[in-house]
């Protein structure tokens, strides 16, 4: 299997709710977005938000869930003030901020918020690693 | 805040045997892995395996959660016979075929597998957008 991700999908409990959170985030949906599902694309992956029932139903699986969702999403930024204004951008798009920006342990600074359904955002300076002029973080090899 | 997502961070229960899983799914991780966090470069995107309970003390949430976790990510590629081959080598690698190959009602075709933590992967050929010779979608603008 190639080391590619083609697609995120968050399963929402409100799709107008959350294409206006991310909308007013400064997100642009794609032309090819549906009434039931919104896309939008960042870099080389593309993010959708589609129902949550929608979503366990396609892959056959219970939608029944709670808590943790056990994963995050993380916005690097090339400064440590550039996550307090895109934290605070968040906020004003009707995020909740879950963690103001503080240093981290590994040396890095960075904070949470947390869209409609709880789903849960770093927004990270990392001076580790590059960004590129994108915003896109470069491993190295 | 820019239309961009740097990583995509799974936080899981065993890191050897998530790394293990991806490793023999035929991903490479980077150089710039850690005893406590694996890295694979994605695309633009950097896919992270850390450990559940680390993640969520990170972004200051309880790691208590169960069921659904409300996303997938999706690995798209260029024809049917390649999800069923695609899904062949998740299961092979030791994750779990949770739907097989089967038409989408949208017209495309596709399966899902799910990693050791349960986290789904939808493998999908979508007739109506383009992969890149990387396997990466372009939405319309």
């Avoid at 090819?32 to 699986?61: H, I, M, P």
């Avoid at 916005?75 to 963690?99: F, I, K, Q, Y």
Wanted: charged share 20%.
């Amino acid at each position: 299997m190639k080391q590619a991700i083609s697609f995120i999908t968050l399963g929402v409990r409100d799709l107008e709710r959350s294409r206006r959170f991310y909308r007013d985030l400064g997100w642009r949906e794609s032309s090819g977005s549906q009434a039931a599902v919104a896309f939008f694309q960042a870099g080389s992956v593309a993010f959708a938000l589609f129902s949550r029932d929608a979503l366990a139903e396609d892959a056959g699986v219970s939608a029944v869930g709670s808590g943790f969702p056990g994963f995050t999403l993380a916005h690097n930024v090339a400064s440590e003030a550039a996550v307090d204004t895109t934290l605070a951008e968040a906020v004003a798009a009707g995020g909740r901020r879950v963690r103001v920006g503080e240093r981290a342990p590994w040396g890095g600074f960075r904070g949470y918020f947390a869209d409609p359904d709880g789903y849960l955002w770093e927004v990270c300076f990392n001076p580790f690693f590059p960004l590129d002029a994108d915003g896109f973080v470069h491993l190295p090899e």
